[in-house]
């Protein structure tokens, strides 16, 4: 567990750097995990967030063939490249640039992820957030969001945020909602794109967990202006304001944050639950066909 700093009121600091490991997943998918590695194991109710991004198709090709999930939600937002998704309930959809996907495994899904393309880039992030504990056993549930339903709001000093989730608030007080809906955790996600010299200040809910991934650029993060570049997860500490600034170059982040649970977690793979008496009974509903 991260130690955030008990301040509930204030610019929220960089409470914390991470810097995410390669790794690879699926079938020999590269990947770089930032979130469920050793470096943090988990932020309440994140317990994974992978970028993935190649421009060499040996890096991606073998996509995700048939996985169970349990206990949780999956969260692809694609940047670039298609990828196709399959379930063993039959539904199938395709992943295109600038969209997400918010699946809810609740009791349980098998499905493939798999990439539509033979050349070219592929680069995007997949987060997965923890449902409670009351919530892990609900039906699956997708939500497939095209990019042109995720809004843009762009500022006159040239910032722009992409809403997936959660109310973004612009300089004027108009509020723009995300598409994403009903999600126990009551996140938000934004994409924000900075050009050289910009500032973006946004409220967040004081006791949300919340952290910003650097993807391009580098940032300078609150009050102490602490430094994140590239590649950099800066988790943030508790307070009711995130203020960035792009002081060097131009800058793009996404911006996650949602309701801590609280609530012991037990992963086993793509199965995450409260015990480990849960999670024997998924690998037992698994392997006896009940995810069916
Ligand atoms: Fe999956």
Same mark, same amino acid.
Do not use: D, N, Y
């Given at each position: 567990m991260t130690n955030l700093s008990q301040t509930e009121t204030g610019i929220r600091e960089i409470a914390q750097l991470v810097r995410g490991q390669a790794t690879s997943d699926g079938d020999g998918v590269k990947l770089t995990r930032v979130i469920g590695g050793r470096a943090l194991a988990d932020l309440d109710p994140f317990l994974l967030l992978d970028e993935f991004g190649s421009d060499s198709s040996a890096d991606y090709i073998g996509g995700f063939p048939s996985h169970p999930h349990r206990g949780f939600e999956t969260v692809t937002y694609m940047l670039e490249g298609r990828m196709r998704h399959r379930d063993n309930q039959g539904n199938e959809g395709l992943l295109v640039p600038g969209s997400v996907?918010?699946?809810t495994a609740g009791r349980g899904i098998i499905h493939s992820e798999m990439p539509?393309?033979?050349?070219?880039?592929?680069?995007?992030f997949q987060l997965w957030v923890n449902l409670p504990a009351k919530d892990k056993m609900t039906a699956p549930r997708y939500q497939d969001i095209a990019p042109e339903r995720i809004p843009r709001?762009?500022?006159a000093n040239g910032t722009e945020v992409r809403v997936i989730a959660g109310d973004y608030v612009d300089v004027t007080g108009t509020v723009t909602r995300g598409p994403v809906e009903g999600i126990a955790t009551d996140p938000l996600y934004f994409d924000v794109s900075l050009p050289k010299g910009a500032s973006f200040e946004h409220a967040l809910a004081s006791d949300h967990s919340a952290f910003l991934y650097v993807f391009e650029g580098q940032a300078?993060?609150?009050?102490? !202006?602490g430094d994140a570049i590239r590649g950099d +997860?800066?988790?943030l500490s508790q307070g009711d304001l995130v203020?960035?600034?792009? !002081?060097?170059?131009?800058?793009?982040?996404? +911006?996650?944050?949602?309701?801590?649970?609280?609530?012991?977690v037990v992963k086993y793979g793509p199965f995450v639950m409260n015990s480990r008496a849960q999670i024997v009974q998924a690998v037992d509903d698994y392997s006896s066909g009940r995810f069916a």
């Open positions: 996907q918010w699946m539509e393309q033979e050349e070219g880039h592929m680069r995007g709001v762009r500022s300078k993060i609150g009050a102490r !202006a +997860l800066a988790v203020s960035v600034t792009a !002081a060097l170059a131009a800058t793009r982040f996404i +911006l996650v944050a949602g309701r801590p649970l609280r609530e012991p």
